[in-house]
Structures are given as structure tokens and as C-alpha cells.
């Protein structure tokens, strides 16, 4: 789907429910971090092998691929607020991390 397409039908869903006043850069940033732990806790006390296990279960799957959605969407939201393109600044951010040297 289309990042534009999806932008509007949030922005519109945002619209319909009066949240605006609510999507400041700070709140969305404290969403955003909470909806990141809430991915996390689908791994909490889960060792690798478990993690695989849990990707091969149906409503595991999906209830992770949900948290993940909710993330992508403070992040889009916050996007919008920056005028910024979400695909444009993992790109450049993609470009910068080619020219890092990683010590591992």
C-alpha cells in the first residue's frame, strides 16, 4: 500500500475523533515508545529458540505484526508533524550507517 494512502487514512482517522490536539511531537513520542515496549513484551523471557517457536504461532504472529503496526503509526504520525517522509529518512539514515565503522 501506498505511504501517501495510508498517511491520509490516518491523518483522516485522527480528524474524525478530534485527536489532533492530543498529537503533539512529545505525546507521540511517548506512544511510539510505549507501543516499541509492547513489542518487546512478546518476547519477554523468551530465549532464541523460544522466539522461533513463538513466530511459527498464528495469533502470536499476529498480535506481534498488530504491535508493530501500532508503532509504525506514531512514527507515521510523527512523520507528518516533521513534514518528513518516513521511506526518505530510513534511506538516509541507511546511507549514513554504509559509511560507519561497526566494532563489534
Do not use: G
Not at 501500532?70 to 512523520?79: E, K, Q, V
Request: proline content about 2%.
Amino acid at each position: 500500500m501506498d505511504y501517501e494512502k495510508v498517511l491520509a487514512d490516518l491523518i483522516e482517522f485522527r480528524n474524525e475523533r478530534h485527536w489532533q490536539k492530543y498529537h503533539t511531537l512529545p505525546a507521540l513520542a511517548r506512544a511510539l515508545s510505549i507501543e516499541a515496549a509492547e513489542v518487546n513484551e512478546h518476547f519477554l523471557w523468551k530465549d532464541s529458540k523460544s522466539s522461533d517457536e513463538f513466530l511459527n504461532d498464528d495469533a502470536n504472529l499476529q498480535a506481534l505484526k498488530l504491535e508493530i503496526a501500532d508503532t509504525l503509526t506514531y512514527a507515521y504520525y510523527m512523520c507528518e508533524k516533521l513534514n518528513v517522509n518516513p521511506n526518505d529518512i530510513v534511506y538516509e539514515k541507511l546511507q549514513i550507517n554504509k559509511n560507519r565503522n561497526w566494532k563489534f
